[in-house]
């Protein structure tokens, strides 16, 4: 194939591009992120309370999540684990995307000061308070399949129908559910790239909080995660509490906590500016 001059000057700007890019992310030092929240730390004020919701072993819930407000997610005896799937409230087209939140912040793992990314390159959520550092984001949620596996019985509840269930209670279709990432799920990887369940790392009363970046609707789903050992299907209750949270000023740890997320929030205000986040 011969290109023309003009296609061999635009695929030379895109290389100039990648290397500069390349480049400015290679010389950016990241900020160091602190140390998981005391599980008797970060009280929530009565006053900011929005919703106090309990979700039921094996069950499902859904809730509009405004733009500084946030979510508390509390894994009341230590055995649960929690999924999440978001969509952007003002266009459902944009949702959670696990993969982007993993590559474009260089670590597979999250934590306070990281932050979850959309598909179109936005942040959703900031982790603003996390005790434990202990979520998957690589095997995803249980399915019929995965509970058959793991206790001869397909019939138990699973956080894939969970979703479906979900969509669907928010307007939303089958195609609208992607991977998820699951909270107090202490999955990691060995140096030969297999699973480790590391079940030391979660605790009873251990908690995450997400604070909302943009309008969205979300879902959780209370179901074991597939790499969770456990013989028996017997997840337990998990509390999810809505509230206002304190803003993040211009020197907020997770906007600032690397290049890749101070990049992703000027996304979010490039579409704000435009009018089309609030």
């Not at 100039?16 to 005391?38: F, I, N, S, V």
Request: charged share 25%.
């Amino acid at each position: 194939m011969i290109l023309t001059e003009q296609q061999q000057a635009e695929i030379a700007a895109h290389r100039r591009r990648y290397e500069d890019l390349k480049a400015a992310g290679q010389g950016e030092a990241p900020r160091a992120l602190p140390p998981p929240t005391p599980r008797d730390g970060a009280p929530i004020a009565d006053a900011a309370i929005v919703h106090r919701e309990t979700i039921p072993g094996g069950w499902y819930w859904t809730t509009r999540l405004n733009r500084g407000e946030a979510l508390r997610l509390v894994n009341t005896s230590g055995a649960s684990s929690v999924s999440l799937l978001a969509w952007s409230a003002a266009d459902p087209s944009e949702r959670l995307n696990h993969a982007d939140t993993i590559k474009v912040q260089w670590a597979a793992s999250l934590r306070k000061g990281r932050v979850i990314l959309s598909d179109m390159g936005r942040v959703l959520f900031s982790i603003v308070e996390d005790t434990c550092a202990a979520h998957d984001t690589l095997a995803g949620g249980s399915s019929v399949a995965t509970n058959a596996a793991r206790y001869g019985a397909s019939e138990a509840r699973n956080s894939r129908d969970n979703f479906i269930l979900a969509a669907g209670k928010l307007g939303l279709g089958r195609r609208d559910v992607a991977p998820c990432i699951s909270f107090f799920a202490p999955v990691s990887v060995d140096t030969d790239g297999r699973f480790q369940w590391e079940a030391n790392r979660r605790h009873a009363g251990d908690f995450v909080d997400l604070r909302a970046e943009i309008d969205l609707l979300v879902a959780l789903s209370n179901c074991p995660h597939p790499l969770d050992p456990a013989p028996m299907y017997a997840p337990d209750a998990v509390e999810a509490v809505r509230y206002r949270a304190k803003p993040g000023g211009v020197d907020d740890l997770c906007r600032t906590a690397c290049a890749e997320a101070i990049r992703a929030f000027e996304n979010n205000a490039l579409l704000a500016g435009h009018g089309i986040e609030g």
